[in-house]
């Protein structure tokens, strides 16, 4: 059985490592602005990029999703 879905096991776990790291990064931007005291507009920019960064992991995955489920890829 578990070779039979050892390619869907890695997806999910690569998308939890991705999570996983995506937090972390944003737990580590979190706590050197808030020891430099960033301005909120700064804080803001930051958290914008890193929510986009986040964004587009995730609409590849349902574009990848979509595609396979149509026969594309």
């Not at 931007?29 to 929510?51: A, E, R, T």
């Not at 995955?61 to 026969?71: A, K, L």
Request: proline share 1%.
């Amino acid at each position: 059985m578990l070779a039979e879905h050892l390619e869907l096991i890695e997806t999910i776990a690569l998308n939890l490592a991705f999570l996983a790291i995506f937090g972390f990064i944003g737990i580590t931007i979190h706590d050197v602005m808030k020891s430099n005291n960033v301005p909120k507009n700064g804080q803001y920019v930051v958290y914008l990029v890193l929510f986009l960064g986040c964004a587009g992991f995730i609409a590849k995955g349902v574009i990848q999703f979509i595609w396979e489920s149509q026969g594309v890829g």
